[in-house]
């Protein structure tokens, strides 16, 4: 009976998992990262080079931006006609610029991103301990079939096999998540880590690691008791993120809470502050904008709720 029911739950919440990390959509950047039409035909009319950049940095002023490509141009998608946010991709396979890309994986048919990673980590948590559960309750069956201890029948076949899968898949599925579990700690997605992020001042690839703590909450939230529940608790909107190097760029002035005041403009869709509430407490505890200000970003359509951002683009 203990057997069938931890059999159940485990077999219940690896389901669960990956049935979330499927059919989760991959959230896209929001409508403040896609260019005006004046700006369109700017970019259009201009030729390759500095003067499209020239658009380009006019258009991308005021968002919450810090990476750059390899020539420290604005990272532009010339396929989704916007501004990517920074650790967002273009993913040939969805055909669509992806907020925090990981990768697309092939076993769930889907990519892997800001939406689902977390539901993605659960997966491979899940099956991992299912198949080791299946394993370890064989195990004295798969014992007993090499010592003759079994009776001979076609069943005995079927316990060598079981055991076998479970074991193989065990042994892949745990590098995959130690590997996973890694890159959470780090901070760092997988394509961060064949290309380390490149900022303003300088490349560097821890240049979003918080410390472990903090770096596990960005993927996992603040409320612990929805860690281990495939529901959806990440921090931030997936279009900014909080970084220990943000201070040190030098073409914008640093501000007391370790983050950058990009314009006093009250009228911009992004405040002074550009990192959403939520992210900003990662850097520090003391809050240094206004409560007004925090009520009105929080009030932004697909900027504060990711569950928003997705149920207006489905």
């Not at 080079?49 to 258009?59: H, N, T, Y």
Request: hydrophobic share 40%; with cysteine; glycine share 4%.
């Amino acid at each position: 009976v203990v057997c069938l029911v931890a059999y159940h739950i485990f077999f219940m919440l690896f389901v669960w998992s990956y049935w979330k990390t499927i059919f989760t959509l991959p959230m896209n950047p929001s409508k403040e990262f896609h260019l005006s039409y004046s700006d369109k035909e700017s970019l259009e009319r201009e030729p390759r080079g500095e003067s499209q950049q020239e658009v380009l940095r006019r258009a991308a002023k005021d968002l919450p931006i810090y990476t750059r490509t390899m020539s420290g141009a604005i990272r532009y998608c010339d396929r989704c006609h916007l501004v990517k946010p920074d650790r967002c991709h273009h993913c040939s396979v969805c055909d669509k610029c992806i907020l925090k890309m990981d990768h697309h994986c092939p076993w769930v048919n889907n990519c892997v991103g800001f939406s689902n990673y977390k539901f993605f980590l659960l997966f491979l948590a899940y099956s991992l301990l299912y198949c080791l559960f299946i394993a370890a309750t064989d195990l004295q069956y798969f014992i007993k079939f090499w010592t003759n201890g079994l009776p001979d029948t076609q069943a005995k076949f079927h316990i060598m096999f079981l055991f076998f899968a479970a074991a193989m898949f065990s042994v892949s599925l745990s590098s995959l998540f130690g590997y996973h579990c890694w890159l959470v700690s780090k901070n760092k997605s997988t394509l961060e880590v064949f290309r380390a992020p490149i900022f303003r001042h300088r490349t560097d690839k821890n240049g979003f690691s918080l410390g472990f703590s903090k770096n596990l909450r960005q993927v996992f939230g603040d409320e612990k008791k929805y860690w281990l529940v495939p529901v959806f608790s990440s921090l931030g909107d997936g279009c900014s993120f909080p970084t220990c190097l943000v201070n040190q760029d030098p073409e914008q002035a640093a501000t007391p809470g370790g983050l950058n005041s990009t314009s006093k403009n009250e009228n911009h869709l992004f405040p002074a502050k550009p990192l959403r509430d939520s992210q900003s407490h990662l850097l520090t505890d003391t809050p240094s904008w206004s409560e007004t200000a925090a009520k009105a970003e929080k009030g932004k359509v697909g900027m504060s709720n990711p569950a928003l951002t997705m149920e207006n683009e489905t």
